[in-house]
């Protein structure tokens, strides 16, 4: 595991797996939100953000985090392993509402920005049922040389992080 993408829905947990896998792997850890926005939350246009990705692909150990599914075949075809949470959407928005909490609206040093909206809300909503099978084409399509996880609860992934951290060890 030295080229991971990290994918799911908004609140799943992405940011924070990538930060542990980081850690544990000792891998250095890309958030899109941060590369895709700037601080004042404006967007790249297309063509840079997939040119920006393919340059971080580039590299020989990374962890991503972010869906961006226009993109997502770039970081599929260069990953050995992607780790797809498939979360319950109230797991997710229990997620994002803890993350308010905790960090309040605005964009953190991780890249993710908190902003609430129903928009999103419905994004979260439908995500298993709109998302998810264009998720499970492109990763049919695009990850075949990869190890792919799905995980589908909190119990899951740590689970998942313990067994990383014990063949971490084993090998260490």
């Given at each position: ?8 829905c908004?609140?799943s947990?992405k ?8 850690a544990?792997?000792?891998v250095?850890?890309?958030h899109?939100?941060?590369?895709y926005?700037?601080?004042a ?10 040119a ?10 990374w ?17 050995d ?9 109230w ?12 960090h ?9 920005y ?11 909503l ?10 499970e084409r ?6 075949r040389?990869?190890?792919?996880v ?9 689970r ?13």
């Open positions: 595991m030295r080229r991971i993408a990290v994918i799911g908004g609140g947990g940011t924070h797996l990538a930060r542990r896998l980081g544990l792997l000792d250095p850890v890309i899109l939100d941060a590369v926005y700037d601080s939350w404006n967007a790249l246009p297309q063509e840079k953000f997939a920006l990705q393919e340059e971080l692909v580039a590299a020989p150990a962890v991503i985090d972010g869906n961006y599914a226009s993109t997502l075949p770039i970081r599929l075809k260069a990953a392993t992607v780790v797809f949470l498939d979360l319950p959407w797991t997710c928005l229990w997620g994002i509402a803890q993350r308010q909490w905790r309040g609206a605005g964009q953190h040093d991780q890249g993710v908190n902003r609430i909206t129903w928009g999103f809300v419905r994004y979260v439908g995500y298993r049922r709109r998302m998810r099978p264009r998720v492109l990763l049919a399509e695009h990850a040389g990869a190890d792919v799905v995980l589908r609860g909190r119990r899951a992934v740590r998942f992080l313990t067994q990383v951290a014990r063949a971490t060890r084993a090998h260490a």
